[in-house]
């Protein structure tokens, strides 16, 4: 992929699932290409600091070495979890460990109902055993467009979206964000929060200790001979 761009008026990141290219894994966006290739991370864009502006935007890509390894927050371990129809303290459990929070969980049709800051609603990830690296968010299409995740390190009862580690919005009702925890220190556990309603189905959580290289905005797709 070349200079793969991505323009909106009304931009939002994490929306686009990108695959690995050639070793290659998918790390974020930046607002101008990198010529070569680059040891250093630049410095990626986030809801955040977007304007509104039509605006192009370079997807980069990096290889990776060390190990990684996603866990699962299923539909149907939502499901086989405790109802609650209103805000409260919450527990469900899943094979990557136990998710706790503030939030409601609809087990007939399968999510998590999490809704903006001002009651401290969240979603805590269980703590893994490796530094956390990214997190994918699915949403049902309950979940209106354009809403925003935060993830923190805190548990908060405003603000979250003051300096997350990461953020990304929804470009759709029924879709999901791919969100890089951007944070100098290793963390095993974060708390999701969110600008409003949303309805979560699955999540997945990356964790490990991979280091990255070669960080670029053009990737050679060529099939060897």
């Not at 997190?135 to 805190?154: A, C, K, P, W």
């Not at 964790?207 to 060529?222: E, I, K």
Request: proline content about 5%; aromatic content about 10%; hydrophobic content about 30%.
């Amino acid at each position: 992929i070349a200079n793969y761009h991505f323009t909106t008026l009304n931009p939002n990141l994490g929306v686009v699932d990108l695959d690995d290219i050639n070793g290659k894994k998918f790390m974020g966006w930046v607002s101008s290409p990198i010529d070569g290739t680059t040891e250093t991370a630049p410095t990626f864009v986030t809801s955040p600091t977007m304007g509104n502006a039509d605006v192009t935007y370079y997807a980069v890509y990096a290889t990776a070495s060390g190990s990684e390894q996603t866990y699962h927050l299923t539909q149907n371990e939502i499901k086989a979890s405790n109802a609650h129809s209103s805000y409260s303290d919450i527990t469900v459990n899943s094979a990557s460990g136990t998710w706790t929070g503030k939030a409601i969980v609809n087990t007939s049709t399968g999510y998590i109902q999490i809704n903006k800051n001002s009651s401290n609603y969240n979603l805590c990830t269980p703590e893994f055993s490796a530094p956390i690296t990214k997190i994918d968010i699915y949403t049902t299409n309950n979940t209106q467009s354009g809403r925003t995740f935060y993830l923190r390190s805190d548990n908060l009862t405003a603000q979250p979206s003051s300096s997350p580690i990461g953020s990304a919005s929804l470009s759709e009702a029924a879709g999901s964000v791919s969100i890089n925890v951007n944070s100098p220190q290793p963390l095993n556990q974060l708390y999701i929060y969110s600008s409003g309603a949303v309805y979560i189905s699955n999540i997945d959580v990356t964790c490990g200790s991979a280091s990255f290289s070669g960080y670029c905005t053009t990737v050679d797709t060529s099939t060897p001979s």
